[in-house]
């Protein structure tokens, strides 16, 4: 440990990971854990509605909601896990932002450029 002090007590080295969000569960950071959990689970919760209001037990709501939340969480964590791998921390992020500003452009307010097409450089004389 004392060999990555300089002289003056200064580290030798730059730590990279200490801003990043810490994952939490299964490769899932907290953020897209909680979305996960709040997606399926409602999910889960409009499954279960139908079924208790055929079935006169109540309690199907909540526990749709409970099965959708945890069954969403571990399948979302797999899936999410491997397109994640390899790739910078915020390309999860990115690529949910391109899709809205191509699928939904009037929910985009992030301005990002969405031209597809050949680009061509040449000289204007």
Known sequence: MS???QDDGTLSFLPVRLNNQPVVMGGL?????WTTVLLSGGAGFVIGTPVAIATQIWAL???????????GLLVASRILRRMKRGRPDTWFYRQVQL????????????GLITRSGAWTCHRTE
Do not use: C, K, N
């Open 29 to 33: 950071t907290a953020d897209e854990m």
């Open 61 to 71: 709501i909540i526990g749709g909601a409970l099965l959708g939340g945890v069954f």
């Open 3 to 5: 060999e990555d002090r």
């Open 99 to 110: 899709s809205i500003a191509q699928y939904m452009p009037s929910w985009s307010s992030a």
